[in-house]
Every structure is written in structure tokens, then in C-alpha cells.
């Protein structure tokens, strides 16, 4: 176990020692006149009544005592924020929350874009705490967000073909032509810190054709080994829905980051499933990066509410 906040903890220690020290080091001074005079004590503190009395208070008190400080150690240590304590929730996916973007190289009215950008806009609201983008062959459509109202309107509006904004933007060039090179290294440079690993689980899915008609004497910006590198470095998963013999880049670039890749794209929405059913390990590709674990509050948290409850029950059954 480990804490976040130490000096919470630190100071709950503090506190509780000071109480119990006030406690001891503190005399109750009461006036002799105050007390009466009693005949015959011993034959009273005797008696059955007397002495299950005294019993049952001194029980109480113990029992009060120890609930008290387990419900403050309990509530000390969920300011603290501890981490690395067993966990009710999905421990794993709050640890490592998945990046996905979206890559599209095909025009709008290819039935597989279509398709893709309807099925995510329909599953984006249940992603709960990954982030997910969506990027064209020269536009950064919908940067990473978690705004997933935003980013399904954005996708349901493009994969109806009624969007606002162009898909891509309509940039002529004179001695350059898009590649799918070029578009896969748009794709992976829209992860914050792509050059180096990242907390966060990284995917990409591409869809699109293979290659791009372009010139012959016009030579893409990134080769295939420079994509590669860039990948693996940053960690990312390519996935990629090509229809193709599997020769072009994309399908390279699934095989070299342990992605899948299908060429089919009769049934996409059961490709996506298998995708999404299958994300990146945590710390699976790339370099180890010094990932701080999520909070497990869980075990103190039920701590501090069964003292409490039993704090609470308790002198109902010492009445009985």
C-alpha cells in the first residue's frame, strides 16, 4: 500500500496521539464536599446488578474507544488517498484508460467510413474514462476528448455526411500528394506526447484503401520503417480495416504493433467489435513509463462505515 498524500496521514497520527496524551496526562479535579457519604459500599459494588452494571459499562466504553479509533484511522487514511489496496472497481481500466483514435483515409462516401463513424457514435457514450479522436487524411477532426456528447454528435454528423466543417480540408499542393503514409503519421502524431510512452493505452484504427493514387516522382513524407519506429516508440496499437491484398502500410504496421488487421469490408461493425474487444495491454509495447496507480479507498472506506454502523447498533443491544 502506498499513500498519495502522506502528510495527512501524518497529521491524523498527530491529532490521534495528542487526544489520547490529553486524555492521560489530564487530572479531573472534584471537590470533597461534592461526593456523598455511603454506608456499607462493599456489600453494594457485590451485588449481581452491580457488578453486570459495571460490566456492561466498562464493555461500552471499550468497545466505543476502539470503533472511534478505527473509524478515524479509516477516515485518515481515505483523505490520504491510498493506492494499492485490493479494489471493488475495475482497478485495471482506471489505472490504464485507453487513447483511440479514429483514422480515416477514404472519402466520406466510402461505406466503410460510413460505417465506422456511425458505429462509434453510437458506442462513445459508454467508454466512461477513454479518451477517443477522430482524424482525416489532412484535418484533425475531433482532437482526444472525453467530451463524448461533442464527439458523437461529431461522428454521427460526418457519418451522415452533414457536418459543418469539411472532413478534410481543401488544401492543394504543387509538389506534394497524400499518401497513406502520410495520413497513418497524422493519425499517430494526434497522441499527446506521441514521441515517447504514455499511462495511458494507445490504439489506432484505420480505415481506408491501401494506397493512393498519387504521382510517381512525388515521394511521401514518412517511409514505412520511420512509421514503424514511431509506433512502437509511442506505443500504440494499429489496427486497420484495408479491403486489400494486406501489402500496404497499415497491414504492415497491425503486424509490427500486434494489432489486427481485415480486409473485408462487408461486415465492419463486427471488425470493430473485434477490435475494441481486444485493446492494448497496459505497458504491453513501448518502454516501462513510472505510472502512479489509482486509488483504492475501497477497504477503508467499508471500514469506516461498519464502526460507524456498529457504533451506531451497539447500545441498542446493551439495553436488551
Not at 496521514?9 to 487530572?27: E, P
Not at 453494594?44 to 471499550?62: D, G, I, M, N, Q
Not at 485507453?98 to 463513424?117: H, K, N
Not at 497513418?184 to 494526434?190: I, K, N, P
Amino acid at each position: 500500500m502506498d499513500l498519495i498524500w502522506w502528510a495527512v496521514a501524518i497529521v491524523g497520527c498527530l491529532a490521534l496521539a495528542g487526544c489520547v496524551g490529553l486524555v492521560l496526562l489530564s487530572k479531573q479535579t472534584v471537590d470533597k464536599d461534592e461526593f456523598m457519604p455511603l454506608a456499607n459500599t462493599r456489600r453494594l459494588t457485590r451485588l449481581p446488578e452491580y457488578v453486570r452494571a459495571a460490566r456492561r459499562r466498562t464493555v461500552s466504553a471499550a468497545v466505543a474507544m476502539v470503533l472511534l479509533t478505527v473509524a478515524f484511522a479509516a477516515s485518515t487514511l481515505i483523505a490520504a488517498r491510498p493506492t494499492g489496496l485490493p479494489s471493488w472497481g475495475r482497478t485495471n481500466q482506471v489505472a490504464t484508460p485507453e487513447d483511440i483514435m479514429v483514422c480515416v483515409g477514404g472519402p466520406l462516401t466510402d461505406s466503410a467510413v460510413g460505417t465506422t463513424l456511425r458505429y462509434f457514435a453510437d458506442r462513445v457514450g459508454s467508454f466512461g474514462i477513454d479518451r477517443i479522436g477522430l482524424t482525416s487524411a489532412n484535418r484533425r477532426v475531433v482532437p482526444l476528448t472525453r467530451d463524448y456528447q461533442y464527439a458523437a454528435a461529431q461522428f454521427a454528423a460526418f457519418g451522415q455526411r452533414e457536418g459543418s466543417r469539411p472532413f478534410v480540408a481543401p488544401v492543394s499542393y504543387v509538389d506534394y500528394a497524400t499518401s497513406v503514409e502520410d495520413v497513418l503519421a497524422m493519425c499517430l502524431t494526434g497522441f499527446p506526447s506521441f514521441s515517447e510512452p504514455s499511462a495511458q493505452r494507445r490504439s489506432m484504427i484505420y480505415v481506408g484503401p491501401e494506397s493512393l493514387d498519387r504521382p510517381g516522382d512525388v515521394a511521401p513524407l514518412f517511409g514505412t520503417d520511420r512509421l514503424r519506429d514511431l509506433a512502437v516508440t509511442a506505443g500504440v496499437q494499429v489496427n486497420a480495416i484495408t479491403p486489400g491484398s494486406g501489402d500496404g502500410p497499415a497491414s504492415e504496421l497491425t503486424r509490427s504493433t500486434g494489432g489486427r488487421w481485415f480486409s473485408d469490408a462487408a461486415d465492419v461493425d463486427a471488425h470493430l467489435g473485434e477490435i475494441r474487444q481486444h485493446p492494448p495491454q497496459a505497458g504491453s509495447t513501448g518502454e516501462s513509463a513510472d505510472v502512479r496507480s489509482a486509488e483504492t479507498p475501497g477497504v477503508p472506506v467499508l471500514l469506516a462505515l461498519l464502526a460507524m454502523a456498529v457504533l451506531w447498533w451497539w447500545p441498542v443491544v446493551m439495553r436488551r
